[in-house]
């Protein structure tokens, strides 16, 4: 199997993308620790690592505190011994035009889009660079690679998520350690349900835009992980997978 023997960890792992990436780590023979909010659900991911055969351990936390962030990180390889794979995954959305007044909720969001899954890189990359190794993927978006109204918060985070992935590629490529991104289009979990108000557009108008013509599923990004976090990707360091169905690159 394509991770035997690989410990993961990921956040925001109790649901959508998270938990399938979860399914499809264990399924692929990782052990995978799960932090999230909402502590039944990183509990119910857990119980579906175990179902798979591999060990499980299901922690509640705000990746924005951080300290209690580093420190899952660290229970992490007390646990089981080491940390191979970390997906920053966690992250909300939110509507917000330029000219609005809404400090607290944009720094908010930037809190947890951007700086959580900066210094979950860099916990998870101390223990990989002292191992030699190790695979970090954070879930950045489409909307990462394109400006969209109404989304300055989003849009800014997540193409921050993409660059400060290529920097620590950079950075620690040489010592083992690869960085990369994943850019996924609009996928029907619960965060996109939140995200959408009375003025979204409808789910029709949305696929207009998709040249494949449909959502993305957990499972399509969860195999985008995986390939991310394996020896099949020994040589891709620095990248944004985009997982859109053709969404950023179509032109008008
Ligand atoms: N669904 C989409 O259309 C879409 C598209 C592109 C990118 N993304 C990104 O994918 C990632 C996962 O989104 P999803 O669609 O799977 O969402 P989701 O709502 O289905 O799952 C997110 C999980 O993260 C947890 N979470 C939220 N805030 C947290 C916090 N502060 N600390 C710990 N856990 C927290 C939630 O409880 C939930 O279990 C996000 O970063 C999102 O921006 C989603």
């Known amino acids: 199997m394509k991770l035997d023997g690989r410990v993961a960890g990921i956040t925001g792992g109790g649901a959508g993308f998270g938990r399938a990436m979860a399914q499809a780590f264990s399924r692929n023979g990782a052990d995978v620790a799960i932090c999230d909010l ?64 809404d400090e607290g909720f944009s720094r908010q969001l930037l809190d947890l ?33 394109r ?3 109404g989304r300055v918060a989003y849009c800014t985070a997540k193409a921050g998520v993409i660059m400060l992935s290529q920097v620590l590629a950079v950075e620690w490529g040489a010592r083992g350690v690869r960085v990369n ?3 996924p289009g609009y996928s029907d979990t ?12 409808g789910v029709d108008e949305l696929l207009e835009r998709v040249p494949m013509e449909r959502f993305v599923t957990v499972d399509e990004v969860a195999a985008a992980a995986t390939f991310l976090a394996s020896d099949d990707a020994s ?13 950023s690159p179509r032109g008008a």
């Open 38 to 101: 909402n502590l039944d659900d990183a509990e119910e991911t857990a119980r579906m690592v175990a179902a798979n055969g591999r060990r499980a351990l299901a922690r509640k936390l705000d990746v924005t505190d951080t300290p209690r962030l580093q420190s899952f990180i660290d229970e992490i390889v007390s646990e089981f011994g080491k940390i191979d794979i970390w997906v920053g995954n966690a992250g909300m959305v939110g509507v917000m035009l330029a000219e609005d007044d």
């Open 235 to 247: 040589f891709v360091n620095g990248h944004c997978l985009l997982v859109d169905g053709g969404w």
């Open 190 to 201: 619960q965060l996109f349900r939140k995200g959408r108000s009375a003025h979204s557009p």
């Open 147 to 149: 400006a969209s109204a």
């Open 113 to 145: 889009n951007l700086r959580a899954v900066f210094l979950g890189a860099q916990a998870a990359g101390r223990h990989m660079l002292r191992q030699g190794s190790g695979s970090i993927i954070n879930i950045a978006s489409m909307y990462g690679t």
């Open 181 to 183: 991104s994943i850019g």
